[in-house]
């Protein structure tokens, strides 16, 4: 499914007064695509998810999923901090999509499996979240994502909690989860290695209230390995971004400071 964004714009009313988060954002995901979004912090993308989400409503603006819709659901979201539910097995942490929709224990019960053999995790099935290492739960978090059987996956910097080497074979992982059955994801991230190792198109934001800038481009063949980051285009690529990224970033960080 495709997803188009019109004229979105949100203004937050707080008791501090009112806070103008996005600033009137179009965009266009394709049918199938992964799609990044990446901009300095505060700039709105964590709400833009949300609006996509439909867990949040706009001020202004539509989001819209054009297209028919083959699945049992239009969209899942992976958010940052996993958020598992603790009282739960990682099994019956994954099929909560399918509890929902009241299908049948013993069908959930599959999907459950199915996903987790997918993710690599059918060894855990019976222990709980806090047994896990963070690279796991999140893991457990995608396949629940996966297992709502949604059109659109949307990640809110999913891996932004793991070490550095966890974060890399994790980006592996998802390339080839994504590759299997190819989903259209919106991916947001701070991290210009990971959308561009990632990405099919990559939306770069401006400081808040969020607007896009520029989408760019990676033109990396797939399927991508860690070995890809070696490709000349991987180095102009992650350039170009932080180019376009890199005045918002500092006007960011002064403005949090004063
Ligand atoms: N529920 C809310 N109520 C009031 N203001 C909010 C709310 N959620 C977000 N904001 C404000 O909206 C702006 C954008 O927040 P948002 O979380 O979307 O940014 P972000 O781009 O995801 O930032 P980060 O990269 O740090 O995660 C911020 O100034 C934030 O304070
Ligand atoms: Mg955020």
């Known amino acids: 499914m495709k997803v188009v964004v019109h004229g979105l714009t949100k203004e937050y009313i707080t008791a501090q007064g009112s806070v103008r988060a996005l600033g009137g954002v179009n965009l266009e995901v394709r049918d199938r695509e992964f799609f990044g979004v990446i901009g300095p912090t505060g700039c709105g993308k964590t709400t833009l998810l949300h609006i996509i989400a439909r867990l949040e409503l706009p001020s202004t603006g539509t989001v819209e999923f054009v297209g028919e819709q083959r699945t049992k659901s239009p969209v899942s979201m992976v958010f940052q901090d996993s958020a598992l539910m603790p009282w739960r097995t990682v099994e019956e942490n994954v099929p909560l999509g399918a509890e929902f929709r009241n299908e049948e224990p013993s069908v959930y019960k599959r999907i459950s499996r199915f996903f987790l053999e997918v993710v690599r995790l059918l060894d855990f099935a019976g222990a709980r979240p806090h047994e896990l290492s963070g690279g796991m739960k999140q893991k457990v978090a995608i396949a629940r994502a ?32 994504w590759e299997r059955d190819k989903k259209t994801v919106i991916l947001v991230t701070h991290n210009i290695d990971e959308a561009v190792m990632l990405c099919d198109r990559i939306a770069v934001m401006s400081a808040r209230p969020g607007l896009i800038k520029e989408v760019v481009t990676v033109d990396i063949p797939r399927p991508r390995t860690m070995k890809s980051m070696r490709d000349p285009d991987f180095a102009k690529c992650t350039e170009k971004i932080w180019g376009l990224l890199r005045y918002d970033v500092d006007s960011a960080l002064q403005r949090n400071l004063v």
């Open 146 to 177: 996966l297992a709502n059987d949604p059109e659109v996956i949307l990640m809110d910097e999913p891996f932004a909690n793991l070490d550095a080497q966890t974060r890399l074979l994790m980006r592996e992982e998802l390339l080839r989860i």
